[in-house]
């Protein structure tokens, strides 16, 4: 669920509609995506407010899992004085790596019928390595952006190619990853990845932050 499906369009209407999608979660899990979406005003003051007073009542009937962005999730924790004590586990995920961003990359670029060769995800991975990652880094949402404007240019690259060969339609070389005719000394300019730290890494998720109650 997110904020469109907990709250309605009038103040009182709010609190029904989301006991009712409460209800249809008992002996399970409600997932609110987005969850600080609802701090926005009274309107989701008042589904925080009955889903608090759910949570307590359904307290043997119901998981609850609200998502999101850290920061944004800690002001929605603290709308409501008996919010953040309903919630007993807080889970933090950790931005991917720059290796993890690339085989991304790579796996959505096969899903859409292209590949992407050794020095384009070389160059891929140095892209990754130089993004900040602040709180609003997209993980794998960035790798697919990267991924859509690169096809795009991909396609701009063989408009002038009467007849392209099946390698030229399905490979994504190192130009396509970034714009411009000065790509490749930009690229050149990046430093290269970090290295992924040796064993096995927990995968995170996507959203970054959840908080649970059980």
């Known amino acids: 669920m997110d904020r469109s499906e907990l709250v309605a369009g ?34 989701g003051a ?18 609850v899992v609200v998502a999101g962005y850290p920061g944004p999730m800690g002001e929605f924790l603290a709308t409501n004085p008996g919010l953040e004590s309903r919630f007993s586990t807080t889970i933090t995920f950790e931005d991917y790596t720059d290796g993890e961003l690339r085989d991304i990359f790579a796996g959505m670029a096969r899903r859409a019928d292209f ?17 900040p990652r602040t709180e609003g880094f997209g ?7 990267v991924l859509d404007a690169a096809v795009a ?3 701009w690259r063989l408009r002038d190619t009467a007849e ?14 970034v714009d411009g005719e000065d790509a ?14 040796p064993g096995p890494a927990e995968p995170p998720a996507a959203p970054p932050t959840v908080e649970e109650n059980a």
């Not at 609190?15 to 005003?41: I, N, R």
């Not at 993980?139 to 952006?145: F, G, Q, T």
């Not at 490749?184 to 730290?197: E, G, K, Y």
């Open 10 to 43: 009038y103040l009182g209407q709010t609190a029904v509609k989301t006991s009712e999608v409460v209800a249809t979660a008992l002996g399970g899990v409600l997932f609110v995506d987005e969850a600080y979406g609802l701090a926005e005003d009274q309107y």
């Open 46 to 63: 008042e589904a925080i407010t009955t889903l608090v007073k759910d949570m307590e009542d359904h307290r043997d009937e119901l998981v």
């Open 115 to 131: 590949e992407a060769t050794p020095q384009a995800l070389s160059s891929f991975e140095r892209l990754a390595a130089a993004q």
């Open 139 to 145: 993980n794998a949402r960035w790798a697919r952006n």
């Open 153 to 155: 240019r991909h396609a």
């Open 164 to 177: 392209p060969t099946v390698d030229e339609l399905r490979l994504l070389l190192p130009a396509d990853l």
């Open 184 to 197: 490749p000394a930009l690229l050149a300019t990046l430093d290269p990845p970090t290295p992924d730290p």
